[in-house]
């Protein structure tokens, strides 16, 4: 039930469920724009690092009761806002990606807000639009996840926008 997510500051022991997440092929071709090999840990502890370290940056945990669903992210892109996140595969289809999303945006005071996603995943795609996204354009880039060019949208919440939550 998406009512009991909650989210958290990142702790230490939620990494390796963050990282357990990563390995799942089917998530990473979704997502598409993730880790060159989602299997270096090295790099991945890396990663986490420079955004814990970071203070413009915001982490949150995903949570269930006490089972880590997935993580959120806000971080500076130039000068503006972007937004991404990652559920656990195995709970798919449950609404925790846009319930996650909704909880992170509501901490943010500023707007607009970005995001990007791969044009084929209608599940992320879904889950910004419910949250109040909208396509402003199109880029493309190589995806690790895929291994090639990956055509995106990319997305904002304006200034004016209510995102989930607020209706």
Not at 39 to 54: E, K, M, P
Not at 63 to 70: I, L, N, Q, R, T
Not at 106 to 124: F, G, I, W, Y
Request: proline share 6%; hydrophobic share 40%; with cysteine.
């Amino acid at each position: 039930m998406t009512s009991e997510l909650r989210l958290r500051p990142v702790r230490d022991e939620d990494l390796p469920e963050f990282f357990g997440h990563e390995q799942d092929p089917e998530a990473n071709w979704m997502a598409a724009f993730g880790p060159e090999d989602p299997a270096d840990r090295d790099a991945f502890d890396a990663f986490w690092r420079r955004i814990r370290a970071d203070s413009r940056i915001v982490a949150r945990t995903a949570v269930v009761g006490d089972e880590v669903v997935g993580h959120v992210l806000a971080f500076p892109v130039q000068e503006r806002i972007e937004v991404s996140y990652w559920i656990d595969p195995r709970r798919w289809g449950r609404g925790h990606g846009t319930a996650a999303l909704g909880a992170l945006l509501r901490e943010l005071p500023q707007r607009p807000v970005h995001a990007r996603a791969a044009k084929d995943n209608r599940a992320s795609l879904a889950v910004l639009r419910k949250c109040g996204f909208v396509v402003v354009g199109e880029d493309s880039g190589y995806a690790n996840g895929r291994g090639a060019e990956v055509e995106e949208w990319l997305l904002e919440l304006p200034a004016d926008g209510a995102e989930l939550g607020d209706h």
